[in-house]
């Protein structure tokens, strides 16, 4: 029972972390005893508390959402970025922004999430018809399919002015998260809860179609639960903080790579490993340059694709 | 090309003549349509942008066939392997040590052949080490380059960001003229660099014809293989860079024109293939360019355009099983 103790205590240490650094200087001791002026406690309420949930939320969801994803399609590689499922949460973000821009956040989000749906759904229809099923080759078209959509939405916003929104959506940073501006990232606590309610199912369907059926369980039922879940929690993230590359890939295989591939086994760890990696990426990027701040997204896509590399010059030729 | 060719097949170099017509065809469109009277301004103007756009088309044709006959696959090409943003990278670390404001004023031949002499020693060094780490397996060699793309680009957004915090995007639109705005200088020292490469090349054709064989092949006909590897990689280095250095990363457009000029002229004779490759990516950008521009009165680079469709045929091409 000592490792999710010490998972815990590092976690926590994290967010401690998290919440003490920052262009306004925030220290314990203003936090306890509020002067005449508590603005400790307002940068505090305001601004860091929600940040650090913000980044633990976004974390831990799209960790199990790359799980579930390599349940879905059986490939160790694919992940949201690596099957074009948040490049059509931005595509549908950008259709629902030009086309109703007075749509409330809430409605703006359930159209990405049908985009992402669709684009996930699309990519999983193209696996089918690879002639060979390389496991390498999987990610690769999906990247590929990633950047298709990528330039009709590139085409688009510039043509509308809306590049930079665009670029936020793509890349995730959390220093514009406000309280009151995130609240939608609770969500996805959700979806992570239901995905480990469910979690045997996923780990059946892991082991195929023929196998889940033979157990008398409904496969296309679970696979359409799991797009359901990972379509909407990369929604909610491409909506409030921008999507964090390879992050769904690298956590799960770290952590099934250790515990196995028993999904009731894995989630948890999942979860609390995507929370710290993303609150350490965050970190990293508010102190590098401080007072400046260097976006998460990108400390987490430098450190991600290192980690992709390792992973695949680790495997070598041996794919599963 | 023997004269017995069946007269149903087309000849190569009749092919390249057709497609040089269309070429200067499309030249011509883009020069003098709507020009609006005011020549002595709109001439000059546009003869820049025409050129940019023939001569980014020629170095990413050209390395793109150069690549894919080195290693022996048609799906692989040097943008598709990160080296576009290996040189982005590159720059961004020159300004990162230099300082923003010495880079600004080095001249252009200077910064631009330092930047292209580390290009060439690092592409060497990625080459070196994938191909020694990653045998045989050309998925395996396929995502890995896909993924140091990725890697490449976050380091350098990552130390751009670090350089100018405020300013990083002012930075991000220095690094890329667009084809609307190639900078003078910096013109000159690509169309001289590509000049040179070719030159260079010229040697090396036939000897490219022999390696498309595959390796035991050209080493049994008396070619010394990994010396002409070496150079071909490093003129592809060289061509990418100027690519880059024009209009910024394009992915799939090298890939698209290649395979093109493969069909087209059904032969495996580089003096062929090259120009044709060339031609056929000279037309894609300037007719792009023209009917963005003068049809649909858009201000968008073509590149998206090419982008999304060269995706779809790399993907076909996927699909096909191309990969071998």
Known sequence: MTRPLIAAVVLAVLAGVSLLIGASHVSWDAVFSPGPDDRAVQVLVISRVPRMFAIMLAGTSLGVAGLLMQMIARNRFVEPTTAGTAESASLGLLAATLLAPGLPVLGKMLVATLFALGGTALFLLVLRRLPLRSALLVPVVGLVLGSIIDSATTFFAYRYDLLQSVNAWTTGDFSTVLRGRYELLWVTLGLTCVAYVAADRFTVAGMGETFTTNLGLNYPRIIALGLVIVALVTAMVVVTVGMIPFLGLIVPNLVTRLMGDNARRSIPWVAVTGAGFVLLCDIIGRVVRHPYEIPGGTIAGVIGSVLFLYLLLRRGARVG | MSASASAGVARPERTLLVLGGVTLACAALFMLVDAGGQWDF???????????????????????????????????????????????????????????????????????????????????????????????????????????????????????????????????????????????????????????????????????????????????????????????????????????????????????????????????????????????????????????????????????????????????????????
């Not at chain 2, 025409?50 to 150069?66: D, M, P, Q, R």
């Not at chain 2, 943008?79 to 404001?101: E, H, K, N, P, R």
């Open chain 2, 42 to 324: 709109i001439l000059p103007f546009r003869a820049r942008k025409l050129a940019t756009a023939v001569l980014v088309g020629y170095a990413i044709a050209v390395s793109t066939v150069l690549f894919q006959t080195v290693t022996g696959n048609r799906v692989l090409t040097p943008a598709i392997m990160g080296f576009d943003y290996l040189y982005v990278l590159i720059q961004t670390c020159l300004v990162f040590v230099l300082g923003s404001t010495t880079v600004a004023g080095l001249d252009p031949w200077l910064l631009f052949g330092v930047e292209v002499t580390l290009m060439v020693i690092f592409s060497a060094l990625v080459n070196g080490w994938l191909f020694g780490v990653v045998q045989g397996s050309v998925h395996l060699l396929l995502l890995i380059g896909v993924v140091l793309g990725v890697l490449f680009r976050s380091l350098a957004s990552f130390l751009q960001r670090v350089i100018e915090p405020n300013e990083f995007v002012f930075l991000q639109d220095r690094f890329f003229a667009s084809f609307n705005d190639p900078e003078h200088g910096l013109l000159l020292v690509a169309g001289g660099l590509t000049l040179g490469a070719t030159v260079l090349g010229f040697r090396l054709l036939r000897a490219c014809d022999v390696l498309v064989l595959g390796r035991e092949v050209a080493i049994n006909l008396g070619v010394d293989y990994s010396r002409t590897v070496a150079w071909v990689l490093a003129l592809v280095a060289v061509l990418v860079s100027v690519s880059t250095a024009l209009v910024g990363p394009v992915t799939f457009l090298g890939l698209l024109v290649a395979n093109l000029a493969y069909s087209v002229t059904n032969t495996y004779r580089h003096a062929l293939v090259l120009p044709a490759a060339a031609l056929i990516a000279a037309i894609a950008l300037v007719s792009g360019q023209f009917v963005l521009e003068r049809v649909f009165g858009l201000d968008t680079n073509p590149r998206v355009i090419i982008e999304f469709l060269g995706g779809l045929v790399f993907l076909a091409l996927l699909m096909r099983k191309a990969t071998r």
